[in-house]
């Protein structure tokens, strides 16, 4: 049996969807993971702040496993967060435990991740949040194995729930 980890960069998908001016329901988009790409671990890398548990909590209970990195604070109340490298790091300590590997970013520093999986044909796939706007380093070193989350947007779409009026 096929057994496929799933490393998402949370920040840059959550910016690109909103851009496109819509939002990503991440319980329907766990459950495409596993059933599409057989998708045993799905790794979110995400910021952490405290005020933010609920929103963790409700990760977790989507069966996503959560890598945080903490938040600089900048003077000026600017924020900064960066998970590159705890992506990397962890895709490549779980290397031996899955025989597959889907990232889902749209950011060029992960090109050389890609590069290395796509040679050693470790790469299930690359999606991209944004089929017009990603790095032209993902672009040259995932070839064909790249898919869009614009593309899935009718069927990953959050939709709020209305409740029914009575008559």
Same mark, same amino acid.
Request: positive net charge; proline residues 2%.
């Given at each position: 049996?096929?057994?496929?980890f799933?490393?998402?960069?949370?920040? #840059?998908i959550n910016l690109?969807?909103?851009d496109q001016?819509w939002?990503?329901d991440?319980?329907?988009?766990?459950k495409?993971?596993?059933?599409?790409?057989?998708a045993?671990k799905?790794?979110?890398f995400?910021?952490y702040?405290?005020? #933010?548990?609920?929103m963790?909590?409700?990760?977790?209970?989507?069966?996503?496993t959560?890598?945080?990195?903490p938040v600089l604070?900048? #003077?000026?109340?600017?924020?900064?967060? #960066?998970?590159?490298a705890?992506?990397?790091?962890?895709?490549? =300590?779980?290397?031996?435990?899955?025989?597959?590997?889907?990232? =889902?970013?749209?950011?060029?520093?992960?090109?050389?991740?890609?590069?290395y999986?796509y040679?050693?044909n470790?790469?299930?796939?690359? =999606?991209?949040?944004?089929?017009?706007?990603?790095s032209?380093?993902?672009?040259?070193?995932?070839?064909e194995?790249?898919?869009?989350?614009?593309?899935?947007?009718?069927?990953?779409?959050?939709?709020k729930?209305?409740?029914p009026?009575?008559?």
């Amino acid at each position: 049996m096929e057994k496929n980890f799933v490393f998402i960069d949370t920040q #840059n998908i959550n910016l690109s969807i909103q851009d496109q001016w819509w939002k990503l329901d991440w319980k329907k988009f766990n459950k495409y993971l596993q059933k599409k790409y057989k998708a045993v671990k799905i790794y979110l890398f995400i910021w952490y702040v405290p005020e #933010n548990q609920s929103m963790y909590t409700f990760f977790q209970n989507c069966w996503y496993t959560l890598i945080f990195k903490p938040v600089l604070e900048l #003077n000026n109340w600017q924020t900064k967060w #960066n998970i590159d490298a705890e992506l990397v790091l962890q895709a490549m =300590i779980d290397y031996k435990k899955y025989d597959k590997a889907v990232i =889902i970013t749209w950011d060029g520093d992960f090109a050389c991740l890609v590069k290395y999986f796509y040679k050693k044909n470790k790469l299930l796939m690359l =999606i991209v949040p944004n089929e017009r706007k990603y790095s032209i380093f993902l672009r040259k070193t995932a070839k064909e194995k790249i898919d869009s989350l614009t593309n899935l947007r009718t069927k990953l779409e959050y939709k709020k729930k209305v409740a029914p009026t009575k008559q």
